[in-house]
Nanobody, 124 residues
């Protein structure tokens, strides 16, 4: 069992930066692939970024590639999402999620555990 708690969201101007954190409970955190997703009002939840259990492999949605960076610190049971050059279309609730058995990055149904989400709002 893994519990995930996101933090770091807020209101930021377009062009600014935020770093989201996802703190995980449980001794097996380092064995999970992790992902960040987001969901804007009226839209489906979409994949943002993923990272392998070791941190050696990362994967990004085209819409955030070059602007966002996912990383993890297994000693701290935490995964991060550094978001730079933010745009109004990045406004959403951001969720972190964990996969116990890697089945792919993009499909939310492949993730076993989810956090409660943190709101990111861009002002133009």
């Amino acid at each position: 069992q893994v519990q995930l708690v996101e933090s770091g969201g807020g209101l930021v101007q377009a062009g600014g930066s935020l770093r989201l954190s996802c703190a995980a409970s449980g001794r097996t955190f380092s064995s999970y692939a992790m992902g960040w997703f987001r969901q804007a009002p009226g839209k489906e939840r979409e994949f943002v970024a993923g990272i392998s259990w070791s941190g050696g492999t990362t994967y990004y949605a085209d819409s955030v590639k070059g602007r966002f960076t996912i990383s993890r610190d297994n000693a701290k049971n935490t995964v991060y999402l550094q978001m730079n050059s933010l745009k109004p279309e990045d406004t959403a609730v951001y969720y972190c999620a964990a996969q116990s058995l890697f089945v792919g990055w993009r499909n939310p149904t492949g993730y076993n555990y989810w956090g409660q989400g943190t709101q990111v709002t861009l002002s133009s």
